[in-house]
């Protein structure tokens, strides 16, 4: 079955950064887009980045744009979401997300998997 799972979570200071991973398993990883997600305290689940399955074009969420690079490792089958030039806004429970085809655009509705996230805080 499929699992994902993210680490890298935790708490910095405005202006910091963090790079989150995720582990893929019970699937073919280097087959399918992935992207991440976030969800911030009372607000609901916004989109934050996805990813080719080739790794050739990913696309980012306005207010991440220029902070934050998605990247991914198919030998390792992981990815993964390095964050810097962090802002208190960014707090939130960061999810990972397989797609549904190889390729997507910008969207949460591109994704059928979700992992059970992990925690950035940022704060001073």
């Known amino acids: 079955q499929v699992q994902l799972v993210e680490s890298g979570g935790g708490l910095a200071q405005p202006g910091g950064s963090l790079r989150l991973s995720c582990i893929a398993s019970?699937?073919?990883?280097?087959?399918?887009?992935m992207g991440w997600a976030r969800q911030a305290p009372g607000k609901g689940l916004e989109w934050v980045s996805g990813i080719y399955s080739s790794g050739s074009a990913a696309y980012y969420a306005d207010s991440v744009k220029g902070r934050f690079t998605v990247s991914r490792d198919n030998t390792k089958n992981t990815l993964y979401l390095r964050m810097n030039s962090l802002k208190p806004e960014d707090t939130a429970l960061y999810y990972c997300?397989?797609?549904?085809?190889?390729?997507?655009?910008?969207?949460?509705?591109?994704?059928?998997?979700w992992g059970q996230g992990t925690q950035v805080t940022v704060s001073s």
């Open positions: 019970g699937f073919t990883f280097s087959n399918y887009a």
């Open positions: 997300a397989k797609a549904r085809d190889r390729v997507v655009g910008p969207g949460i509705h591109h994704y059928d998997f």
